[in-house]
């Protein structure tokens, strides 16, 4: 029984989404990455969202 609840508790750590991602899926789906990505290939520019998506997922938060 406790295999099985060690088990499940890593499987909820994997299906658990960092910052970076969650940030990344919002702005997908609302169409803010849109207007972003159309605005840096009308301006010429390079986005920097995957950089700052992975630099936001290695945040490390102490909760207990």
Same mark, same amino acid.
Request: proline share 0%; charged share 35%; aromatic share 10%.
């Given at each position: 029984? %406790?295999? *099985?609840?060690?088990?499940?508790?890593?499987? +909820? =750590?994997? @299906?658990?989404?960092?910052?970076?991602? %969650?940030? *990344?899926?919002?702005?997908?789906?609302?169409? +803010? =990455?849109? @207007?972003?990505?159309?605005?840096?290939?009308?301006?010429?520019?390079?986005?920097?969202?995957?950089?700052?998506?992975?630099?936001?997922?290695?945040?490390?938060?102490?909760?207990?």
């Amino acid at each position: 029984s %406790l295999q *099985y609840i060690h088990k499940s508790k890593k499987q +909820i =750590k994997k @299906i658990i989404m960092k910052l970076g991602d %969650l940030i *990344y899926y919002i702005t997908k789906y609302t169409g +803010i =990455k849109y @207007i972003v990505d159309t605005y840096h290939k009308i301006m010429g520019s390079k986005c920097k969202c995957d950089k700052r998506r992975k630099s936001l997922n290695n945040i490390k938060i102490k909760r207990w």
